[in-house]
């Protein structure tokens, strides 16, 4: 007679079974086996029949998704939704990003109650610490919103899937982008525009998509219905102010329509990271505020893994940029910088944050110290070490390597930046 007792692994919970023989025929269902932990929080999800994420990011599955803190800082989470695949070109790649609905508002890792989070994959980061970087500059230089994040580790349907960064999406929400509702706007400067329902299209061509309103269903916003003419006509109006002759002139210019603040904070954050791609968010608090440039996001091209040449994307064995202005021709910032009244803003709010950059790089180590055992288990998932992946420019062959050198990278832009932006007029 055999039986078999129950194993307790006292780790990480996920979805399977254990048993152990014990000399008798008898069997007790045992509990789910216990993922390692390497330390940061563990998401587990299992797709409806284990049928795996839609290949098609448009179509969802409904999923169980379990959190669990083996530090027991944050409340572990056993809830039900959906996932589906996100991005654009990040969705080609073999470690993939993905969205989760919760049925109802969650809090994961302490964040704020919310349905809609985001997991980031950053397969072509090899460093895992790019966005994080991008994120706590954020923080520091005091833009109105940074996405909340955390380094966890995922297991899809019985699958590591290595680390993963765990954010918030950028969306209309108290806490997250405080916008009015039925008069704010969240808006992308989209590369990928038409694969959106509802767009604008300035009269210098520029296109943006909606992060809010929600458009063409109930409730949202329709082609040339108020709320749609109101944006159009406010960006129309911008865009005459700041590429006209008169674009220096408080009055006549740019400055009545934005928050010259927040655009210098997001410019001297992309441009000392080198962020080549960066998503472009621009937020209308409401019919009464002036546009503001907030959040950041996307810092997968930067601190020297990717470049451009002339002919688009530069490949090896050509080198990253250090030195040299990579965001100062990014749409709008070109002519701004071109005013010496906002070189004088760039001058001042980097002024401040130059003393809080030994601060920044402490976080960022200590970040990057909380994923040194779970990195392990990425790259062995993973095993692109050494490797260039995509547009990428870098080949090193050790995560430390690759964590090293983001650091130096950011030293030296650091260095060059302070040093170009004290040859510019401001006033």
């Keep these: 007679m055999k ?4 194993v307790v692994l006292p780790l990480v919970a996920a979805f399977s079974l254990v048993m152990v023989s014990c000399g008798h025929d008898e069997i007790v269902e045992a509990p789910p086996v216990y993922f390692n932990s390497n330390g940061i929080p563990v998401i ?6 284990a049928a795996g994420v839609p290949a098609d990011k448009t179509q969802s599955i409904g999923c169980e998704i379990k959190v669990v803190d083996p530090t027991g800082e944050t409340e572990n989470v056993d809830g039900v939704g959906k996932i589906h695949g996100r991005g654009n070109a990040t969705w080609g790649y073999e470690k993939k990003p993905y969205k989760i609905k919760f049925d109802e508002k969650v809090s994961v890792c302490g964040f704020p109650a919310n349905r809609d989070w985001v997991l980031l994959a950053h397969y072509c980061d090899k460093s895992l610490i790019r966005e994080t970087f991008m994120l706590t500059l954020s923080e520091y230089i005091g833009l109105p919103y940074t996405v909340r994040h955390k380094f966890v580790e995922l297991y899809l349907d019985g699958d590591a899937l290595g680390v993963y960064l765990l954010t918030e999406q950028v969306e209309e929400a108290n806490e997250r982008v405080p916008v009015k509702k039925g008069e704010g706007y969240i808006l992308e400067l989209d590369n990928y525009w038409n694969k959106e329902p509802l767009w604008i299209t300035t009269d210098h061509g520029h296109h943006f998509t909606f992060k809010y309103p929600k458009v063409l269903e109930e409730g949202g916003m329709f082609p040339d219905d108020e709320r749609y003419n109101y944006i159009l006509d406010y960006m129309n109006r911008f865009e005459a102010a700041i590429y006209g002759s008169d674009f220096r ?10 928050d010259e603040v927040t655009f210098a904070r997001w410019y001297i954050v992309q441009e000392i990271i080198g962020n080549y791609d960066t998503n472009m968010y621009m937020t209308l608090i409401d019919h009464s505020r002036e546009l503001e440039l907030f959040p950041v996001w996307d810092a997968e091209w930067s601190f020297g893994l990717a470049g451009t040449g002339t002919d688009g994307w530069a490949r090896p064995p050509q080198k990253p940029i250090i030195e040299g202005n990579i965001k100062r021709s990014q749409t709008y910032i070109y002519q701004m910088m071109h005013d010496p009244y906002f070189i004088g803003i760039v001058k001042s709010e980097w002024t401040k944050l130059k003393t809080l950059l030994p601060q920044v790089k402490t976080d960022m180590r200590n970040y990057a110290k909380s994923i040194e055992r779970a990195q ?3 790259f062995k998932r993973w095993p692109i070490l ?12 050790s995560w430390e390597a690759e ?3 983001v650091f130096d990278f950011f030293d030296k832009r650091c260095a060059w930046f302070d040093s170009w932006l004290s040859t510019q007029k401001g006033s």
């Design 403 to 405: 964590v090293d050198y």
């Design 44 to 49: 587990t999800i299992k797709t409806e029949n």
């Design 3 to 6: 039986k078999y007792i129950l």
């Design 386 to 397: 050494d490797k260039y992946i995509s547009v990428g420019l870098i080949h090193l062959d």
């Design 249 to 258: 002139d408080p009055a006549k210019g740019y400055r009545p329509f934005v």
């Design 376 to 378: 392990k288990d990425n």
